[in-house]
């Protein structure tokens, strides 16, 4: 454990909870683009979090100290999803007590605290939300549970950072499988993040919303985490998908500082491309029905099946 | 241990438990007595057999014959690291049920509490027996003691017709299991009537024996621990039993029918044939599934807690089919991972779920209702009951740091290594196997926000839960044991396994290895492979809690308001809107229609009183049993029609069967 991965650690951090919400306002940018409205700053999401913070917390009288920890459980889970995955650079030294099977773990932790804290306040909206956030939730787990099954049958291990060190050191990094799973894990990031077509963050609409129902009850600084949090989960989906998918750039091994220095670039490049691309998906995809869920969510589970068994056929 | 073996200490603390049930009976109507002294003293003993059993499993194994029984007949006793882990479970596990039912039983519910005391203490007392027996008469002697004493307490409240009706499919089931195990035994005694363990490990059956001693092990013990389709006795029994009782039977009994499975397809049969795994695997995985979608769809909460005990059973199961596949594979140190996976999944599920038995049982102390549909809100009035089942309640939905995680995560590095299996197909289809585990444990998630979400949070679903009030001090203690319990298990999982390496040694002949192992961090595996350090992982979350906390509070002020729940400008919202039962199991129901039958009952657009009803059944029941049911029925009926009432058909059929014989005889 030397002082370059501490500060990789650390910057790895940093950048994910800093840069969230900026890669949450570029989304929305190009949504705003692609649909031809006026576009909202980049910057409009840090400042709906410090208008947030700065209001009073108005609290359901009847929920328990479970619904004001939560928040504070949700934002920590996903801070630390950022430390374990390999965004710029895989000698992490947290890593090491967390791998990717891990990482699906406190993600879904984040979850039922969620929606456990949604069904606090004991409204009908909350429940719902719960309901519905945790039937997205048990479809979704096990389809990403299987994209990483696959990527850690080809690197023969479960710890991600190994895993995107392999895929790059490869001499050809292209695996037919990859390309399965990779559709598969584009459909979960949709799903798990509340995007078009499973959930639209734009609306509360009482008969879709999913992530908006079980925050109808939070406000100010609370709902301020909870929004970081979700940006921050976005964020850190998109650095799954790149440390899977992409791994280029990411500083390898006992990284120089100046190889960690590209890494920052090359993520940004990333993270704008797949904003793009996300903003894309969405503008021309429509929300589909709560029921018709499962059936996207099959969909993707089943490409990530495909992966698996093209893995196991032709060993690549 | 003061010069004591830890057999004869073991042995004197069964009979503890036994001299202690019969203390019962001295004062059978004092409640006072069989609560505070007997079941606090059962409560010691049960440390006392943790404590030796945690000795014993890294001690060499010990043997005792026990002069008692039929003449030249003796009970033959051994007590080795297999037994004792289980013996580990059973102990650790009946201090806190019986320190809750200390506080718990009252009186005027059913038998007399003398009488339960005894029973309590055989049926405790029976499954150390059944663990530390060495030849299959003791075994059966004590398998049986335990089935029975555990249908008494079953039928604890015997005035209701439907728990009689319970006791008796439970034990008619358990019997036919039993009638398995038997003839189990019976095969692999091999004609050489030597019925001791000694003798049937010293035997080396052939492939087509053992597979039938195998296959009458698993139907047999699989009836005990209630694997699909055997399983309907199990949300019947459990239920009705007491809580505290509840929380044995599912907690350690069904892991009494697991170590008999290990114990004979791994140690007296000896050399497991792969192929057996993939029926174990295939069983477990459907009942994994299969239990806990209809957790999903309960409205009693025991009976979700019944069917979740399936699914972990199953889960375990999958644990125990995947060991054998390596093992008969001979892939040891593979058979070794998946066969802690196992053993790690049995103690966590019996510790969080007798957790959550009990918490379940102060709830409905507290408020006389099991409905879901009746509850709610809890949390405000039962504090210790509900934080502390609330950890439970995380730890099944195996959410890290806690212990189910611990166990999940070594069966899915199990499930990981199974495309090195070199039988093609097969390893390719075992990976999905990981697959359903995943999906299961995500199914669990769902479960137990159901379960925490529907009895403790929200606001009342009846104007009475206003009025109930938490445990008492006895009772916090138990449930605070086994939450501990819980969060051991998850935080130290080096040391678990370090212990369970014993019985891994004696199933497959290695245990787990350590690569760059430290007592923080688990790495099971080949260097670099995986790893996970839960304590770094718990310490991380907390500070990134504590500091956000911080931070928040340095630099923004702390105000606060409180008011009613944003209702959308309605007006009228009340506790009857939030999400009932049967409601929050309708997305698992319709993505799994063909799991279930169902019933509904709609109110039409123009009724004065709508009334809305769905019964949800299970379809085992219809396509199995009933039809099995009816033939016996058709049978009996067949036979019925001998019976003619009438002396002189009767000496016809003596002439008849006379007839017969003689005509045997001299052909």
Not at chain 1, 183 to 206: K, S
């Amino acid at each position: 454990m030397n002082v370059i991965a501490l500060l990789t650690q650390g910057l790895e951090i940093i950048v994910a909870v800093a840069a969230a919400p900026l890669f949450l306002g570029w989304i929305n940018q190009c949504r705003a683009w692609l649909q031809n409205r006026s576009a909202p700053s980049v910057l409009q999401p840090y400042r709906t979090i410090q208008k947030l913070f700065n209001k009073d917390a108005v609290i359901a009288a009847n929920s328990s100290a479970l619904f004001r920890v939560a928040p504070y459980i949700v934002f920590g889970a996903m801070t630390l999803a950022a430390a374990i995955i390999p965004s710029m650079g895989t000698r992490l030294p947290f890593t090491a007590a967390a791998d990717a099977i891990a990482l699906v773990g406190l993600l879904a932790t984040a979850r039922v605290f969620m929606a456990l804290a949604a069904m606090d306040s004991g409204t009908a909206f909350g429940t719902l939300g719960a309901r519905r956030e945790m039937m997205v939730g048990f479809l979704a787990e096990p389809a990403l549970l299987m994209v990483i099954f696959v990527a850690s049958l080809i690197s023969a291990t479960t710890s991600l950072p190994a895993i995107s060190e392999h895929l790059t050191t490869e001499a050809i990094g292209l695996y037919p499988s990859l390309a399965f799973t990779a559709v598969a894990f584009t459909m979960v990031l949709l799903a798990e993040n509340g995007r078009i077509p499973i959930d639209n963050p734009a609306t509360h609409l009482e008969l879709t919303m999913i992530h908006e129902a079980m925050l109808l009850e939070y406000s100010a600084r609370h709902l301020a985490l909870m929004e970081w949090a979700a940006a921050l989960k976005l964020f850190n989906y998109a650095c799954i998908g790149f440390a899977l998918f992409l791994p280029w750039g990411i500083a390898a091994g006992a990284a120089a500082p100046n190889a960690l220095l590209l890494a920052i670039p090359v993520l940004a490049v990333k993270l704008v491309l797949a904003g793009s691309g996300l903003a894309l998906i969405e503008t021309v995809s429509a929300k589909l029905r709560v029921f018709r869920a499962p059936e996207f969510l099959a969909t993707a589970f089943l490409f990530a099946v495909l992966g698996l068994l093209v893995h196991l056929l032709l060993g690549a | 241990m003061m010069g004591m073996s830890s057999l004869s200490t073991c042995l004197a603390l069964l009979a503890g438990w036994i001299v202690i049930g019969i203390a019962g009976l001295a004062r059978p109507m004092s409640v006072r007595f069989a609560g505070r002294a007997l079941f606090l003293a059962g409560a010691l003993c049960g440390a006392g057999l943790a404590l030796v059993s945690l000795w014993a499993l890294n001690a060499p194994p010990e043997q005792a014959v026990l002069p008692i029984g039929l003449p030249d007949l003796p009970f033959h006793l051994r007590l080795d690291a297999l037994s004792a882990v289980f013996l580990l479970l059973l102990g650790v596990t009946s201090v806190g049920t019986s320190v809750f039912g200390a506080g718990y039983f009252r009186a005027g519910e059913g038998t007399a509490p003398g009488l339960l005391c005894l029973q309590y203490h055989v049926f405790l007392a029976s499954m150390g027996f059944v663990l530390i027996a060495n030849d299959a008469y003791a075994f059966m002697f004590a398998w049986e003691i335990m089935a029975l004493a555990s249908y008494f307490l079953v039928t604890t409240q015997h005035r209701i017709a439907e728990i009689r009706r319970a006791g008796f499919l439970y034990l008619l089931i358990a019997h036919l299991g039993a009638l398995g195990i038997l003839l189990c035994f019976g095969v692999l005694q091999g004609g050489h009537w030597e019925m001791t363990f000694d003798a049937m490990r010293a035997l080396r059956l052939g492939p087509q024996w053992a597979t039938c001693a195998f296959l009458l092990a698993f139907f047999g013990f699989g009836a005990k621990a209630g694997l699909v389709p055997l399983h309907v006795w199990l949300p019947e029994a459990h239920p009705a039993a007491p809580s505290p009782v509840s929380a044995l039977m599912s907690a350690v009994m069904l892991k009494m029918a697991l170590y008999g499975i290990l114990r004979v397809s791994f140690d007296l049969i000896g050399a497991p044939l792969w192929w057996w795994g993939l029926i174990a695997l295939g069983v477990g995985l459907f009942s994994a599934l299969y239990g806990v979608v209809f957790a999903a769809a309960q409205t009693d909460m025991k009976r979700l807690l019944a069917y979740s005990s399936i699914e972990n059973i199953g889960i375990a199961c999958a644990g125990l089919g995947l060991a054998l596949v390596f093992a008969g594979l001979g892939m040891a140190s593979l058979a070794a991972l998946a066969v802690i996976a196992m053993l790690y999944h049995c103690l966590n599920h019996a510790l969080m779920k007798s957790l959550l038995f009990l918490g379940t049982g102060a709830v409905l102390h507290a408020t006389g209702q099991r409905n879901l549909g009746k509850l709610g809100g809890l949390m405000r009035y039962m504090p210790w009951t509900a934080w502390l089942t609330l950890i439970g309640a995380l730890a099944i939905a195996s959410l890290p740091p806690l212990n189910g995680f611990v166990s999940e995560w070594l069966l899915l590095q199990a499930f990981l290594f199974t495309d090195q299996i070199p039988r093609t197909f097969i390893n390719m289809l075992l990976p999905l196997g990981a697959a359903v585990v995943a999906l299961s444990a995500a199914l669990a998630a769902y479960v137990m926000v159901k379960f925490y979400g529907v009895i403790f949070l929200g606001v009342p679903r009846e104007g009475t839960l206003v009025r109930a009030h938490d445990c008492g001090r006895l009772e916090r203690f138990g449930l605070a044991w086994l939450a501990a319990g819980c969060v051991l298990l998850g935080l130290l999982p080096v040391q678990v396994i370090a212990r369970l390496n014993a019985a891994a040694i004696l199933l497959v002949g290695t245990g787990l290895g350590e690569h760059g192992q430290r007592w923080w961090l688990l790495a099971p595996l080949t260097q670099g492979r995986a790893s996970y350090g839960p304590i770094a992982f718990f310490v991380g979350v907390l500070s990134i809690v504590l500091l956000t906390a911080l931070v928040v509070r340095l630099f923004y002020h702390g105000r606060v308001r409180f008011s009613l729940p944003w209702d959308c400008g309605f007006g009228q919202l009340d506790a009857r809107m939030q999400d009932s039962a049967e409601g929050f199991g309708q997305p698992v129901r319709h993505v799994f229609q063909p799991f279930f039958r169902i019933e509904r009952e709609l109110p039409s657009a123009f009724d004065n009183a709508p009334k809305y009803r769905v019964i949800v059944t299970d379809r085992v029941w219809y396509a199995l049993y009933e039809p099995l049911v009816g033939l016996v029925r058709r049978a009996a009926n067949g036979v019925a029609w001998l019976q003619q009432g009438r002396v002189t058909t009767y000496l016809l059929y003596g002439f008849v069967t006379l007839l017969v014989l003689l005509g045997v005889v001299l052909a």
